[in-house]
């Protein structure tokens, strides 16, 4: 079980918002940047949003993130059915020493 | 252009070890650490440790501490991390990944296209 929560699943129809909830801890979230990645099926992680609300270059606008005490959230505005796959949440953990990874959220675009 | 890449699938007996390579090309070796994240099919993300390329220093989850070896060529800009007495459950797509910074999140922004390593009899 993981020590970051995530919903498994979400979805939403295109052109709407969608938000994905992580929630963690005084020790992981409460203390540390959460950063997100995107992976499409068969491929390896993609990094989608550093330091809770950055983007890296050539991640579109459409995608952004916020945290709020030993919560953090990821939404994306504007759905397109390429946005359809699985999303994670990770943050360092002081009392683990190490990353912990959220479960993952399954995004289907209705 | 930066790149990490990894060594091929393979199919191992349980009790074996695995080593699994990881190149990385396309921007300064020793400058940035790498963290090693497994992936059980159709599961999550799972960090297994990290090592600092400039020194080998390393740091592993207390789940695979006594078990992962990781280590580092800077001759070839190669990492490696060796998983010893393998388990079915050990069955996994392993990636490096190259660590950003703290000033810039501590993410991982470039990763390895994976290494499937199935345990099987």
């Known amino acids: ?110 | 252009q930066v790149q990490l890449v990894q060594s091929g699938a393979g199919v191992k007996k349980p009790g074996a070890s695995v080593k699994v390579s990881c190149k990385a090309s396309g921007y300064s070796f020793i400058n940035y650490y790498i963290y090693w994240v497994r992936q059980a099919p159709g599961q999550g993300l799972e960090w297994m440790g990290l090592i600092n390329p400039s020194d080998g220093g390393t740091s592993s989850a207390q789940k695979f501490q006594g078990r992962v070896t990781m280590t580092r060529d800077t001759s070839t800009s190669t990492l490696y991390m060796e998983v010893g007495s393998l388990r079915s459950d050990d069955t996994a797509v392993y990636y490096c990944a190259r660590l950003l910074p703290a000033a810039r999140g501590s993410a991982l922004d470039i990763w390895g296209q994976g290494t499937l390593v199935t345990v099987s009899s």
């Open chain 1, 1 to 110: 079980q993981s020590v970051l929560t995530q919903p498994p699943s979400a979805s939403g129809t295109p052109g709407q918002r969608v938000t994905i909830s992580c929630s963690g801890s005084s020790s992981n979230i409460g203390a540390n940047v959460v950063n997100w990645y995107q992976q499409l099926p068969g491929t390896a992680p993609k990094l989608l949003i550093y330091s809770n609300s950055q983007r890296p270059s050539g991640v579109p606008d459409r995608f952004s993130g916020s945290k709020s005490g030993t919560s953090a959230s990821l939404a994306i505005s504007g759905l397109q059915s390429e946005d359809e796959t699985d999303y994670y949440c990770a943050a360092w953990d002081d009392s683990l020493s190490g990353v912990i990874f959220g479960g993952g959220t399954k995004l289907t675009v209705l």
